[in-house]
């Protein structure tokens, strides 16, 4: 990334941004339809699918678990959208069994798409989209389906086309292993052919001047230019490795760090083991004591970086990231850093047993 700038309306530019949106639909075994990135964080991208395939007003239904899904509702809210959502304890997953329900009692088909967060970062949560599109299947309704994959796209399995997905979106910052500052979009047929009559106010997000420009080669707007240099190489990386591979070094990773957790006597946020996160582990301190001072001694003592609890989960949960660009020796030194840091805040452990229960599971026999 750390290159010399290229002019983005050079002859030359059209071989990056070429390279970048034939290989981007891999990550999500996408064969239909088109990728596209824009700069933008994860937060922009929620704006991006609901402007260009919906009418000003229209409904939606969402379901609500968790930090990112409340923002994501907030979003489709603050710009017009009549937004019905299905409200879950935050640690649960998304439930096909309501979707379905509340699909079925929409008879005159109102709602046009609904809106799920794969993973849900504030609790350490993966939803199963292949089932949420199952039973939208089974309720026979028409809406859309618009998957926030932010915590997941390049790190977890995600099957565009099988799980009939419309919209997908993340950010740069995540599995893509870059700084912050790009957004990725991936869209369906069906949503691509919502364009041209959608009606919703949109400018920035247009995909019409986006599309156009991109089948040149070129963006309608300046590109993050040293961003896109990453995104290519993040891009050979990952299917390099293959995103089978991809995802079942986050279930290893994963599967280390709750083993860790356990050793501890601590437990997830998530509120069953099948639905705990291969990207992230959401950790509840016991009552009586304080997440945020766990994060901040790791920050201050150990030069350690742990999620914080958000909103409601603000002072009883510590998030641990394993996803991206990390490994098991790098991980391990993160589950060092939590158990003196858990210690240093008087939670009483055991140090060393969280490591050695990851590593059990991380060494190479
Ligand atoms: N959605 C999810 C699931 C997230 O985890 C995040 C951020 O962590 C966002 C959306 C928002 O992304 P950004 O902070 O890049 O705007």
Not at 58 to 74: D, E, K, M, P, W
Not at 305 to 311: R, W
Request: hydrophobic share 45%.
């Amino acid at each position: 990334m750390h290159r010399a700038q290229v002019d983005h309306r050079s002859s030359a530019f059209p071989e990056l941004t070429r390279s970048i949106l034939a290989r981007l639909p891999q990550v999500v075994n996408q064969t239909q339809g088109e990728a596209f990135v824009f700069p933008a964080s994860g937060s922009g991208m929620w704006e991006a699918p609901l402007v260009n395939t919906l009418d000003p007003g229209a409904r939606l239904l969402a379901v609500r678990f968790g930090q990112f899904s409340h923002l994501y509702i907030q979003a489709a809210r603050a710009l017009g959208y009549q937004t019905d959502v299905i409200e879950l304890p935050w640690g649960e997953a998304a439930s096909p069994e309501r979707i379905e329900e509340a699909l079925r009692n929409d008879t005159a088909h109102e709602i046009q798409a609904v809106l799920v967060v794969h993973n849900e970062t504030a609790t350490g949560v993966t939803s199963n989209i292949g089932a949420v599109r199952a039973a939208m299947n089974r309720a026979g309704h028409p809406a859309m389906l618009f998957v926030d994959g932010v915590s997941s796209i390049a790190s977890l399995d995600f099957q565009f086309d099988a799980w009939g997905v419309d919209m997908a979106i993340t950010g740069s910052q995540k599995g893509f292993m870059l700084p912050p500052g790009l957004g990725m979009l991936y869209v369906s047929p069906k949503a691509l052919a919502r364009l041209a009559d959608a009606r919703s106010p949109r400018s920035y997000f247009d995909l019409r001047p986006m599309r156009d420009q991109n089948s040149r080669g070129y963006f309608p707007s300046t590109p993050a230019i040293s961003l896109l240099f990453g995104l290519d190489e993040a891009l050979t990386m990952l299917l390099e490795e293959g995103m089978a591979n991809v995802a079942a070094r986050h279930r290893r990773l994963a599967t280390g760090v709750r083993a860790a957790v356990g050793a501890w006597g601590l437990s997830q946020c998530a509120l069953r083991p099948e639905i705990a996160s291969d990207s992230l582990t959401a950790v509840v301190v016991p009552a009586g004591h304080d997440a945020a001072r766990v994060i901040d001694i790791a920050f201050r003592q150990y030069d350690l970086s742990l999620g914080a609890g958000l909103s409601e989960l603000a002072g009883t949960v510590f998030r641990i990231g394993h996803l991206g660009d990390t490994n098991s020796l790098t991980l391990a030194g993160a589950l060092a850093g939590v158990e003196m840091s858990l210690l240093d805040s008087g939670i009483d452990i055991q140090l060393g047993s969280g490591v050695g229960a990851a590593l059990h599971h991380w060494r190479v026999a």
